[in-house]
C-alpha cells in the first residue's frame, strides 16, 4: 500500500458541472510535478458503466484510450497532455469498476458470510483502489478529482471514503472545492450564495474544505474572496481567484502567480519543495501561441454534435488539441470549423464550401449516421488536393471512396453497416467476430498501444522521422500508436489497392493489418488516414508528427 505518508488532495465539485474541474486537477498536478514531486492524478466517475467505452459521445464527451487499452473519461487525456507521461488503469475508477469488484468477492464466499454493505465494502475498496494508485505509480502526492458535483446521490461513496481518509490521517488529506460564480446579466453582480450553499452541503457530509477555488468570467474581487472566506470557513489567501482565459494552459502559470504550490505544500505540511516550480518550457510554448495572427482554418466532418439546441466539440477533445500543438508548433493559430457530415447528405451544406478550409479532417465514429456524407466530402478533398487526415474511420471511409471512386469498386463499403456488402472493402476483424454474435461489446475492440511499421519513402515515415520520433541511423521504422476498433482494410482487397495507386505506408509488424493509407505527394498534398488514434498521443510540449505534417500541408497550401 501507498507509504504511511503519502499525500492525497481530492478535488471536488460545487455549485454546477462543466466548470473545468479538470483542467483545475491537471493544473494542481502540473505545479507540484514542476516543483519536482512525483505525482499521479486519478479521475472518479461516479457511473455504472465499467468504463466510458460503451457510452455515447454526446452523452459523455470523447473516450480516451490508455495505453493498455482502458477507456476511459476525456479528464484522462488532460492528465496525460498536463504531466506529460502516460497513465494506467489504477488510474481511473469507476463506481460500476467498484461495485462489480465487490460483488464477484461476495460470490466467492471473500467477505466470510458476513452481509455486504455500501459502508463499509464499497468505501473501503474505494480506499483500496485510490491507495493502490499511488502505489502503482511511486508517486508521493495524489490528486484525485471526484466526478459530479456536491449533492448529487452517485459521488456520496466517493466523498465518505475521502473523508474516512481524512479522519484516519488528518495532515496528509486536503479537499479543494472548485465553484463557480455566476454573474447573472440582469443583476450584474457576481453572486457567491450558490458557493455559500455547495459548502454547507459538503459539511452536511462531515467535509470542510481546505480551499475554493471561485471559477467566474472575470477574476474575484477582494470584497467576495472576504465574503467566502468568511462564510465558508477558509483564510481568504485560500480562496483561489480561476477566471476564464484565453487558453487552459495558462491555468497552471496563473496559479503559481498566486504561489499556489506552496500553499498546497504548506496545507499537506510538506516541508521539503520549497524551491520555486520549473515551468519554463511549459512557459514557453504558452508564450508561442499567445499571439499568433497567421490563421489556417481546419473542418472537422462529424456527428456528435447536438445536444438539443447546443454544440458540443467535447466529443473530440484530443483531435482539438492535437491540432493545436501542432499549429502552435508551426507558428499558426488554428481556427476550427465544426462540419456536419449529415448536412451534406440533405443538401443544407454544398461540397464547394469546402473551399474554405486549408485542411479537413475525418475523425473516429461508429455506425451509419452521416458516412455518405464523409464519403463525398473524401472525394472532394481529394479531387480538389485539400490536405486531408482521417482518422481511424476517417481512414476506413478514404478507402471506400478510392475503391468506389478511383478503382470503380461500385459497391464498396464496410461489413459494420452493410452485412452482405458485395465488395466489402473494410471488414471485421476474424478476431473479433466472436464478440459481436456473443454480444459483448464492453472492452472488446482491438483498444491501446501496437506497433506498425512504416514503409520507406512514405509521407508517414517522413513525418515521424522529421519530428525525430524515429532513429535515423539505424533506419528504424516501427512506431506504436493507440487503437479503438473492430474493423479493418480486407485483406481481400490490399493488392487492388496497391496496384491502383493507394499506398499503406504502416502496417501490423507481421504485415496482416493496414494501420496507415495515403496517396503519394505527387498526387496530392497530403491524403492520409491512419486505423489508429494519433491524437491519443499528441501533447503539448510533444506535438504529433502526423498532426504536424498535416497542418504543415495545410498551411502551405493555403490560400
Ligand atoms: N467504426 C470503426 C471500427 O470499429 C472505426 C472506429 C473508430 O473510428 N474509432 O473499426
Redesign the pocket.
Known amino acids: 500500500m501507498a507509504t504511511k505518508n503519502h499525500k492525497y488532495i481530492f478535488v471536488i465539485g460545487g455549485v454546477m458541472s462543466g466548470v473545468g474541474k479538470g483542467i483545475a486537477s491537471s493544473s494542481i498536478g502540473k505545479v507540484l510535478q514542476a516543483k519536482g514531486f512525483s505525482m499521479n492524478l486519478v479521475k472518479v466517475d461516479p457511473y455504472l458503466n465499467v468504463d466510458a467505452g460503451t457510452m455515447n459521445p454526446t452523452e459523455h464527451g470523447e473516450t480516451f484510450v490508455l495505453e493498455s487499452g482502458l477507456e476511459c473519461d476525456q479528464d484522462m487525456g488532460n492528465y496525460e497532455r498536463f504531466l506529460n507521461r502516460n497513465l494506467s488503469n489504477e488510474d481511473y475508477i469507476t463506481s460500476g469498476m467498484v461495485y462489480q469488484h465487490v460483488i464477484e468477492q461476495e460470490r466467492n464466499l471473500k467477505y466470510g458470510g458476513k452481509c455486504v454493505e455500501a459502508i463499509p465494502h464499497i468505501r473501503d475498496e474505494i480506499t483500496r483502489r485510490i491507495k493502490k494508485a499511488a502505489e502503482h505509480n511511486g508517486s508521493t502526492i495524489s490528486v484525485i478529482e471526484i466526478g459530479g458535483t456536491i449533492g448529487d446521490y452517485q459521488n456520496i461513496m466517493f466523498i465518505e471514503a475521502a473523508r474516512v481518509m481524512k479522519v484516519e490521517n488528518p495532515d496528509d488529506v486536503i479537499f479543494i472545492m472548485v465553484s463557480y460564480l455566476p454573474i447573472p446579466s440582469k443583476v450584474g453582480e457576481m453572486k457567491t450564495k450558490p458557493t455559500q450553499n455547495a459548502v454547507r452541503s459538503l459539511n452536511s457530509y462531515g467535509v470542510q474544505p481546505n480551499m475554493i477555488m471561485a471559477r467566474s468570467e472575470v477574476a474575484l474581487d477582494e470584497r467576495r474572496k472576504e465574503k467566502i472566506a468568511i462564510s465558508c470557513n477558509v483564510r481568504p489567501e485560500h480562496v483561489i481567484s480561476a477566471p476564464d482565459i484565453e487558453s487552459i494552459y495558462e491555468v497552471p502559470l496563473n496559479f503559481e502567480k498566486d504561489k499556489l504550490s506552496d500553499m498546497l505544500l504548506d496545507l499537506l505540511k510538506v516541508k521539503d519543495g520549497k524551491q520555486s516550480a520549473d515551468l519554463a518550457k511549459w512557459k514557453a510554448f504558452v508564450g508561442n501561441l499567445k499571439g499568433l495572427t497567421d490563421e489556417v482554418n481546419i473542418a472537422i466532418v462529424g456527428k456528435y454534435f447536438d445536444t438539443g439546441d447546443f454544440v458540443l466539440s467535447d466529443a473530440y477533445i484530443s483531435v482539438i488539441e492535437a491540432i493545436k500543438f501542432s499549429s502552435y508548433e508551426s507558428g499558426v493559430k488554428p481556427v476550427i470549423h465544426w462540419v456536419n457530415a449529415k448536412d451534406f447528405e440533405s443538401g443544407k451544406k454544398k461540397l464547394s464550401e469546402l473551399g474554405d478550409y486549408d485542411g479537413i479532417i475525418v475523425p473516429?465514429?461508429?455506425g451509419e449516421t452521416g458516412i455518405e456524407g464523409k464519403v463525398s466530402v473524401i472525394q472532394y478533398a481529394r479531387e480538389n488536393k485539400i490536405p486531408y487526415f482521417g482518422?481511424?474511420?476517417g481512414m476506413?471511409l478514404a478507402v471506400i471512396e478510392y475503391g468506389r471512386n478511383v478503382l470503380g469498386m461500385d459497391g464498396a463499403h464496410t461489413r459494420?453497416i452493410e452485412k452482405d456488402a458485395t465488395v466489402p472493402v473494410i471488414d471485421i476483424m476474424e478476431s473479433q467476430k466472436k464478440n459481436i454474435e456473443e454480444e459483448k461489446y464492453g472492452g472488446t475492440?482491438r483498444l491501446g498501444a501496437y506497433p506498425a511499421v512504416l514503409k520507406e519513402g512514405t509521407i508517414a515515415r517522413e513525418a515521424y522521422l522529421s519530428a525525430g520520433a524515429l532513429a535515423k541511423e539505424d533506419g528504424e521504422s516501427e512506431i506504436s500508436e493507440r487503437h479503438?476498433?473492430?474493423?479493418?482494410v480486407n485483406p481481400e482487397y490490399i493488392k487492388q489497392f496497391e496496384d491502383g495507386g493507394l499506398v499503406f505506408s504502416g502496417t501490423s509488424p507481421d504485415g496482416i493489418l493496414m494501420e496507415i493509407a495515403e496517396l503519394p505527394k505527387e498526387k496530392h498534398p497530403f491524403f492520409l488516414g491512419t486505423q489508429f488514434?494519433p491524437e491519443f498521443h499528441a501533447r503539448p510540449l510533444d506535438p504529433h508528427p502526423l498532426f504536424t505534417a498535416f497542418i504543415k500541408a495545410a498551411i502551405s497550401g493555403k490560400k
Open positions: 473516429g465514429g461508429f482518422l481511424c474511420y476506413q459494420e475492440m479503438r476498433h473492430r474493423y479493418e488514434h
